[in-house]
């Protein structure tokens, strides 16, 4: 039950886009198409952003967006916006009823 | 509207144990899997356990298998955790979550665990 590897950090100005990683293994992320994705700001429980990889509960803008291919996930926010400034945290499922989160990366909007 | 609230959190010993409870509210609790997850201070997420709807499967992390068990009561839509032998790396805020689509698609506001002597 190894935490997934997620980069530490990534900025990008207002209206630019980020894209965050989330390498797993052939265990977890490559495994099942079970990888979300969390939004937490300082001080707060954290959002779910996405579900089953690209999918954006309602309420959620639509310029959040996931994918995935092979082992690794990726979370992609377009169009930043100040109030995306946040750290983020993948999760996946892993078998036999367990899950892994990611080690989290902070984004900042420059 | 969903509602997940912690209880039971609070200083302890090395050693010790307590009982976290999580009140259910504004869903079929006994229809959702939960979950636990806790985050130490100025850390990241770390999954802890989870629990089926009716309760007769449960998973565990590595870390806190043996020590941590994980129940739920349907008639009282409470979910728990008890934990024993707390270790000062135990010590985090926990959250409960319910489980949709197998994503935690709802959070508590998390109840405080401090280990130390």
């Not at chain 2, 020590?67 to 270790?87: E, G, P, W």
């Not at chain 2, 790396?89 to 409960?96: H, K, N, T």
């Amino acid at each position: 039950q190894s935490a997934l590897t997620q980069p530490p950090s990534a900025s990008g100005s207002p209206g630019q886009s980020v894209t965050i990683s989330c390498t797993g293994t052939s265990s977890d992320v490559g495994a099942y198409n079970y990888v979300s994705w969390y939004q937490q700001h300082p001080g707060q429980a954290p959002k779910l952003m996405i579900y089953e990889v690209s999918n954006r509960p309602s309420g959620v803008p639509d310029r959040f967006s996931g994918s995935k291919s092979g082992n690794t996930a990726s979370l992609t926010v377009s169009g930043l916006q100040a109030e995306d400034e946040a750290d983020y945290f993948c999760y996946s499922y892993a078998g036999s009823d367990t899950f892994v989160f990611g080690t989290g990366t902070k984004v900042t909007v420059l | 509207e969903v509602q997940l609230v912690e209880s039971g959190g609070g200083l302890v010993q090395p050693g010790g144990s307590l009982r976290l409870s999580c009140a259910a509210s504004g869903f079929t609790f006994s229809a959702s899997w939960m979950n636990w997850v806790r985050q130490a201070p100025g850390k990241g997420l770390v999954w802890v356990s989870r629990i089926k709807s009716d309760g007769s499967r449960t998973g565990y992390a590595d870390s806190v298998k043996g020590r941590f068990t994980v129940s739920r009561d349907n008639a009282k839509n409470t979910l728990y955790l008890q934990i024993d032998s707390l270790r000062a790396e135990d010590s985090a805020m926990y959250y409960c979550t319910r489980e949709n689509r197998v994503a935690a698609d709802s959070w508590g506001q998390g109840t405080l665990v401090t280990v130390s002597s």
